[in-house]
């Protein structure tokens, strides 16, 4: 999660386990085997959790977005070249 900065969804589909596990491994068993790493990946979550209502203002905006294109005929921003 550190080397790429990556969401407890993005590394839980990585490892084909689900949220809460990952979420599990690294805040309760993290801290357990590696305390100075577990600090490095609490900052990682904390900085996710406050980006997350950006994130999310973001994907809305993609999806209307997109909706607005397909309602006109033009090509969206994820088909344009």
Not at 9 to 21: I, L, N, P
Not at 49 to 61: D, N, P, S, V
């Amino acid at each position: 999660m550190l080397e790429k900065k990556t969401t407890v969804r993005d590394a839980s589909r990585q490892f084909g386990v689900s949220k809460s596990t990952v979420h599990k491994d690294v805040t309760v068993r993290l801290r357990q085997v590696s305390p100075s790493l577990y600090q490095e990946v609490r900052q990682l979550l904390d900085l996710n959790k406050q980006e997350r209502h950006i994130r999310g203002g973001l994907a809305t905006r993609r999806k209307y977005a997109r909706r607005r294109s397909e309602a006109s005929g033009q090509p969206s921003e994820k088909n344009a070249p």
